[in-house]
């Protein structure tokens, strides 16, 4: 069985929140202790004393990296933003016809300039992500294959990145924690060398881009 020590690092950890907030001392730990008693209690079945976990937690904050200056540092102070507006997000069972069906729109989308449109390939599922104006292409073209899900008015923020980042540890969650911060809610998000893009619900661009902004001019 986990002791409390163990279980309430695992909390911590698992939350953004409570590690920022404990790497900070913005989190008054007796507090803290109280409100985590009921789920380690649960969790351990039996009583947990607040003590116990004050002290916990106390030795998690302690452990945690201290903030550094250059936490969000993207090695460049001219990073680019750009927005796609009015996608659609297709997710397809994959099978053995569907390379096919992916070489196919791929040739039907290349005269059409200006228009957006990638295919990511995982282990299971494939996910199409398309201009508006290509929702019929497709369709079309992926017509006999599976599809698991679709979700329209999508927007797209694509943040540029300096080469340098691949060798950044931590890069990634310090810009999603930031938007984490914002409550601001991932569709998707894909990543190359030197972009970072997000998938966004359409009342929400406004508030990434503002976060994003700030993080490129730091």
Not at 182 to 194: H, P, Q, R
């Amino acid at each position: 069985m986990l002791s409390i020590a163990t279980k309430v690092e695992r909390i911590v950890m698992e939350s953004s929140f409570l590690t920022e907030g404990l790497r900070r001392n913005l989190i008054n730990l007796s507090e803290l202790a109280r409100q985590l008693q009921p789920q380690l209690e649960s969790d351990m079945w039996k009583p947990v004393g607040q003590a116990a976990v004050v002290m916990a937690l106390r030795r998690v904050a302690e452990r945690l990296p201290e903030v550094s200056r250059h936490e969000m540092a993207l090695a460049q102070k001219t990073g680019e933003l750009t927005t796609r507006t009015e996608l659609t997000e297709y997710t397809y069972r994959y099978s053995d016809s569907i390379n096919e069906c992916h070489r196919q729109l791929l040739a039907k989308a290349e005269p059409m300039r200006g228009a957006f449109v990638t295919v990511t390939r995982g282990v299971n599922e494939v996910m199409v992500i398309c201009s508006r104006v290509l929702t019929g292409m497709v369709e079309e073209v992926f017509a006999n294959e599976r599809l698991l899900a679709r979700q329209d008015n999508l927007n797209a923020v694509t943040l540029h990145l300096n080469p340098d980042t691949s060798r950044t540890p931590g890069i990634y969650h310090a810009i999603l924690k930031q938007l984490a911060w914002d409550k601001i809610n991932l569709v998707n998000m894909i990543c190359t060398y030197t972009e970072l893009t997000i998938l966004l619900e359409q009342n929400q661009t406004g508030a990434a881009f503002t976060v994003l902004s700030k993080i490129v001019t730091q």
